[in-house]
């Protein structure tokens, strides 16, 4: 899987390289933006930070409209990943674009959107801002179909619950996510962050673990569905 993924990052350089030489825009926006997609579910949001913006900076002077929807969504899933404080900061910036661009665009990426604003919300401690997009996004992810896509809700989701107090709850469900094997390797990462981040003390991380072994997938929705209702 490594190997083919750096085989992959190589060609699109190398077309994106070769199609600014001929001044095949378009080709190299493309290519750019496959990059970009390609590395932040690898975990290596910076790079795909790098390349996506070089790519929407080429939509942008060019007239590329067509490309920008699906640009400016892996854009804001690289400053997902990146998470620090300077890259939540550009995210809330460019959340307007995205609205904008997407209030009628595909759902995977009206998905991305309304996760990208629920994460925004809880990041700057306004949990109950957080649960009317987190539950948007669920349902969205489920009436796709996309597993992983619903599970990378859940750090989310724990992040609003940390944020209003409910420690323990998002400690069950960090532990629960770092445990599935059908999660995205950067959500379980980022999992493991907030965890290492929250602290818990080792018999708090004991009840974690074992109340994360009893929750399944459908709880997640359940419990987004009370919190949106002021009850959870």
């Given at each position: ?186 959500d ?7 965890w ?18 009893g ?18």
């Amino acid at each position: 899987m490594a190997g083919r993924v750096a085989e992959a990052e190589l060609g699109y350089r190398r077309v994106a390289q070769l199609a600014e030489a001929r001044g095949s825009v378009r080709l190299q926006a493309l290519a750019l933006l496959n990059l970009g997609s390609l590395l932040h579910p690898m975990g290596q949001g910076r790079a795909a930070r790098e390349a996506l913006e070089s790519a929407l900076a080429l939509m942008d002077r060019h007239g590329l409209h067509a490309l920008q929807p699906h640009a400016l969504a892996n854009l804001a899933g690289a400053l997902l990943e990146i998470g620090d404080t300077e890259a939540v900061a550009a995210l809330r910036a460019l959340l307007p674009r995205l609205q904008a661009t997407l209030a009628a665009g595909e759902a995977p990426l009206r998905q991305a959107l309304h996760q990208a604003s629920a994460l925004l919300h809880a990041r700057h401690g306004h949990a109950r801002q957080a649960w009317p997009p987190l539950q948007t996004a669920w349902r969205e992810a489920q009436a796709l179909g996309l597993r992983p896509a619903q599970l990378s809700l859940v750090n989310v989701a724990a992040e609003a619950w940390a944020a209003s107090g409910q420690r323990r709850r998002a400690l069950a469900w960090l532990a629960w996510l770092q445990a599935q094997p059908q999660a995205w390797d950067a959500d379980r990462r980022e999992a493991g962050r907030l965890w290492a981040r929250l602290r818990p003390a080792e018999d708090e991380a004991a009840e974690a673990t074992m109340a994360g072994a009893g929750l399944a997938p459908d709880d997640l929705g359940r419990a987004l569905d009370e919190a949106a209702q002021g009850v959870g």
